[in-house]
């Protein structure tokens, strides 16, 4: 209590910008790793992930013999696997959003902006740092979830390997996709500033939207599902070429396309309003 | 140093901050003072680049804040004493804005220890109470070691003895030659902490000089006389230049002439006094008469005291 202040010599010279942007990406890490919700989102896209995606494989299996030869011919061996990306999307698109949004329900953002006027920078930092954990859970749960899935199918050999073509992409392409779900959470909370408006934009885009355009008469409906963000996505962890599927790398530049167009109007509002 | 030159601030159709130009110089303390509502946390946020001016502009010991690089070691700033998250550890919620300002770990313990949460320094924000809460955001502010700082309402939910701590930190960082901006609406409390006052009202500058100055000139200050022959001596008074106020059938109020003088124009008279005294105004009063006019949100207990009598 009645301890003075010790003066500490910092030599105040002006830090260039990348100094700034390391800084606080480990700043940001370090808000990743200091709140509870962090740490349960993550284990519950780890356990969808490789959970579900071991279960419907497991089941797939034992059915197989009843399968017919139409089901047999166009099988994706990655299909299954992968379920569980479906259910992990959700949970880190949630963390993705509560990385903006918890700062403004909290005031916190009046600090990090306090800390950080940089604002552009700022966002950067926070989306660099939060798809760096994206990817390194993601891969190692699509990686693991893919081994345990072909042991299994390879009792119907049926199974594929890593270095079969186009495994590898799909593989990592599970964990891209993960990632850029993950982007586009980030720039939605920033754009709606609550974690509710948020979290239902989000899910709406990706749940409800589809089902919607289903609706539309042929052949707008098949044409505009290939474009939006969850085709795009499947179309990234697919081995088979789907007919209402885009090519891998088609998926992947449209997700992209949404993930940068979400994280720049972001930054444009983030700029221009006030805290 | 603070500079604000004409800063202005509009939120649609009110506006909050209204061409206002003040100084703040270092090594002292310095009260912002007003009443709610009259721009005083608006103007905070503009200084430390959060919310921008509409026009006008503010700059932080010469530099605009917004192109300060690790601007923690420049400025420390108290805006929102709740605003941590809930859920993080008191230690983890400095250890992230000092990684922000590349601020080592180390300087965490000592502010810790400076604003005496050491032992509390695990426990998460939410479980803080309103106090220690305050403390936090104390302790944020001078994680940097700032030479300015700047602190809204720092008293707020605070006991008597956090107060007094605040008072004699705030007493110390100006004495150490740093700029210290304090913002509150209690003047009692300023009067004991501030050097230098800036006063507003309805985002609009009221009065900016040194505290003595502020309750020298303030118009509070007068003589009560109760006196028998209160119209005679009101007469008498005035011709002497003085202002007079009648505050009841026997009772005046005297401004522009000190008690001796009214005590020999009475006596010089033949009239009778029964009760002659000097009123110093409190700094409370001083306060409310130069805002009254401009506050936002005033109470009602005129029409209450009417609907009773």
Not at chain 1, 101 to 128: D, M
Not at chain 1, 245 to 267: C, E, N
Not at chain 2, 104 to 109: E, K
Not at chain 2, 237 to 254: C, F, I, M, Y
Request: charged share 15%.
């Amino acid at each position: 209590m009645t301890q003075t202040l010790v003066p500490r010599s910092v030599p105040a010279g002006v830090e260039r910008l990348p100094g700034v942007f390391l800084a606080v990406c480990r700043s940001e890490w370090t808000k990743l790793r200091t709140v509870r919700s962090t740490m349960w989102a993550l284990v519950f896209t780890v356990i969808s992930i490789i959970g579900l995606g071991v279960l419907l494989t497991a089941l797939v299996v034992g059915q197989w013999d009843h399968r017919s030869l139409a089901e047999v011919t166009g099988f994706d061996p990655l299909l299954y696997s992968y379920a569980g990306l479906n259910v992990a999307q959700l949970s880190i698109g949630v963390l993705g959003v509560l990385v903006m949004t918890s700062e403004y329900s909290t005031g916190v953002i009046r600090l990090t902006l306090g800390a950080t006027p940089q604002r552009r920078l700022l966002l950067g930092a926070k989306v660099l740092t939060f798809s760096v954990v994206v990817a390194v859970v993601s891969l190692i749960s699509c990686v693991t979830v893919f081994f345990i899935c072909q042991a299994l199918l390879a009792s119907k050999h049926v199974g594929v390997s890593i270095t079969d073509p186009g495994v590898l992409r799909a593989v990592i392409g599970g964990a891209v996709k993960m990632v850029l779900i993950g982007v586009i959470a980030v720039g939605v909370g920033t754009i709606v500033r609550h974690t509710a408006g948020a979290v239902a934009i989000l899910f709406a885009a990706l749940l409800i939207i589809p089902g919607l355009v289903q609706l539309l008469p042929a052949p707008w409906n098949n044409d505009i599902t290939l474009y939006l963000p969850s085709s795009a996505g499947a179309a990234m962890s697919a081995v088979v070429r789907f007919p209402n599927l885009l090519a891998p790398a088609s998926g992947f530049l449209v997700l992209f396309g949404y993930a940068a167009a979400t994280i720049g109007a972001a930054m444009v509002l983030l700029v221009r309003r006030d805290a | 140093m603070i500079e604000a030159r004409n800063l202005s601030k509009r939120y649609g159709g009110t506006l909050a901050v209204d061409d206002l130009s003040f100084t703040v110089e270092a090594g002292q303390v310095t009260g912002f003072l007003g009443p709610n509502g009259s721009g005083k946390s608006t103007t905070m946020r503009m200084i430390v680049g959060l919310d921008a001016p509409t026009s006008g502009s503010v700059t932080v010991g010469g530099h605009a804040y917004g192109s300060l690089r690790f601007p923690l070691h420049e400025v420390g700033a108290l805006l929102d004493a709740n605003a941590a998250h809930p859920g993080r550890r008191a230690r983890n919620h400095l250890d992230w804005i000092a990684d922000s300002n590349q601020i080592p770990r180390t300087r965490v313990d000592e502010v810790l220890g400076v604003v005496g949460l050491g032992d509390a320094a695990h426990r998460r924000a939410g479980e803080l109470s309103l106090g220690m809460g305050q403390r936090l955001g104390i302790a944020a502010a001078l994680l940097g070691d700032p030479a300015v700082l700047i602190l809204d309402e720092p008293i707020n939910g605070l006991d008597p003895e956090g107060i007094l701590w605040v008072r004699h930190l705030l007493r110390a960082l100006a004495a150490e030659g740093r700029t210290v901006l304090v913002s509150s609406h209690l003047m009692t409390e300023m009067a004991l902490t501030a050097d230098h006052l800036i006063i507003i009202g309805r985002g609009r500058l009221l009065s900016s000089g040194p505290v003595a100055d502020f309750i020298e000139n303030s118009a509070g200050h007068h003589v009560k006389v109760v006196t028998p022959d209160a119209d005679v001596l009101a007469v008498l008074l005035r011709n002497k230049g003085a202002t007079v106020t009648v505050d009841g059938p026997q009772e005046l109020s005297v401004q522009g002439l000190e008690s001796q003088d009214v005590g020999i124009l009475a006596s010089g008279a033949g009239l009778t006094l029964y009760e002659l005294s000097t009123q110093r105004a409190s700094l409370e009063d001083a306060f409310m008469e130069l805002t009254h006019e401009h506050a936002d949100y005033k109470g009602t207990t005129q029409s209450l005291e009417s609907s009773q009598t």
